[in-house]
């Protein structure tokens, strides 16, 4: 069976995650992206190193013709969030399980979320798009306000505002860093941000958990820390749940970030539809126990997922965190520990490099700062959060500027 995977750039999601669980499933793997040279060294030397193709996988058009060229394909599939669209609508043209092309379009185009929730009933937040070249001081937004790219990953250029003249002062520099960019500016909605993970087969959508998200101090959102929760409370589930369903989300993982007001309200702060990263899925699987992205790339070819998968989840005794080693300023990475697995007292731990030694890099103030990721799994959450910071403790991280 052929498994057609879209990528822009190798991850660890696709390097120890999906290709390692395509092997076990018996599938043969076609990459494909426009950047080949980068996958061609990624997956050097691994056992079950996949085939690579160029192509100009952010148009679909391409997408479709590139397979149609080569092998049928059984499923396909992306982890990306920026090909969600082109990969919905190429496994709709072979006849594929396919998420709903335009589920996986309100997810990436934040203007459009805002739009349908607020069309739907379910949520009305002050949103309004900034086009290349308007005068942000032709809105007026209820400050302080956030203002991001309507398409935007990572938190990147993502920033809150206090006042016109800082808004106006936000537009212009990421406008210039980001040339025909689209911007969104909304509403600011404070609270302590969660996120819900699901999964579905096309029949039924299943709940993992989710994880208490601790953000850098404003007016940046950069995602520092991450703590496991099995089960929030189910009021809360099912107003997100309810939202989910507006947008049309069913088909494969999807990671849900929000907020819960005191009136006890949960409001969208945007939806990722495709599994969580930066190793929080690599900490999924293994805090869940559960062979999570063979479901994954399961649910793309049409099998169904076991019927108490959310149940199970639920019942889960196992607390996990993670949590990410920021650079604090630009210049080259000097110092720093290499890939690093542990088994100790009851946790285990797992550190691994996000920037290679001798790169400089500029100071983004996103999870671009991202040096590496250390997670950690075990039966109690006290033991957990000391073996991270023991293993912070224990090492350097060092940039010359």
């Not at 061609?40 to 479709?64: I, N, S």
């Not at 013709?65 to 059984?74: N, Q, T």
């Not at 939202?243 to 005191?262: K, N, W």
Request: charged share 25%.
């Amino acid at each position: 069976m052929r498994l057609y995977l879209l990528a822009l750039n190798p991850t660890d999601s696709v390097t120890e995650g999906f290709l390692p669980a395509a092997a076990r499933l018996g599938l043969d793997v076609t990459v494909l992206t426009d950047h080949a040279g980068p996958h061609h060294r990624a997956y050097t030397g691994m056992e079950f190193a996949p085939e690579v193709l160029e192509c100009e996988v952010p148009d679909f058009r391409a997408v479709v013709s590139r397979i149609s060229r080569h092998h049928a394909p059984d499923a396909v599939f992306s982890n990306s969030d920026h090909l969600q669209t082109q990969t919905a609508l190429a496994a709709e043209y072979f006849g594929l399980p396919a998420k709903d092309w335009k589920a996986a379009l309100r997810a990436k185009d934040k203007g459009q979320l805002r739009r349908h929730l607020a069309l739907a009933g379910l949520d009305s937040v002050w949103s309004a798009e900034l086009a290349p070249g308007q005068d942000p001081a032709e809105l007026d937004p209820p400050f302080p306000c956030v203002v991001k790219p309507r398409e935007g990953v990572a938190s990147e250029d993502v920033t809150l505002v206090g006042d016109a003249a800082e808004l106006a002062l936000r537009c212009r520099e990421i406008q210039h860093r980001r040339a025909g960019a689209t911007l969104v500016v909304e509403e600011f909605l404070p609270g302590r941000l969660h996120t819900l993970e699901t999964l579905g087969d096309g029949r039924r959508r299943h709940v993992l958990g989710g994880f208490r998200t601790r953000l850098s101090p404003p007016p940046h959102f950069i995602e520092e820390a991450l703590e496991f929760t099995p089960a929030h409370p189910p009021h809360v589930v099912g107003q997100v749940l309810t939202q989910l369903d507006a947008i049309g989300i069913g088909l494969g993982a999807c990671h849900t970030e929000f907020v819960v007001q005191p009136d006890g309200r949960a409001r969208i702060i945007e939806v990722n539809y495709r599994a969580i990263g930066d190793q929080c899925d690599l900490m999924l699987a293994e805090v869940l126990g559960i062979p999570l992205f063979e479901h994954i790339l399961g649910a793309h070819l049409g099998r169904a997922l076991p019927e108490d998968l959310g149940e199970h989840c639920a019942d889960t005794a196992r607390r996990a965190r993670n949590e990410a080693v920021c650079a604090d300023r630009a210049g080259i990475l000097t110092a720093a520990p290499g890939p690093y697995d542990e088994e100790r007292d009851g946790v285990r731990l797992a550190y691994r490099p996000l920037r290679p030694l001798g790169e400089r890099h500029e100071h983004y103030r996103t999870n671009r700062d991202y040096l590496g990721v250390i997670w950690a799994v075990g039966t109690d959450q006290a033991a957990v959060d000391t073996a991270v910071a023991r293993f912070r403790a224990a090492n350097r991280w060092e940039i010359t500027p």
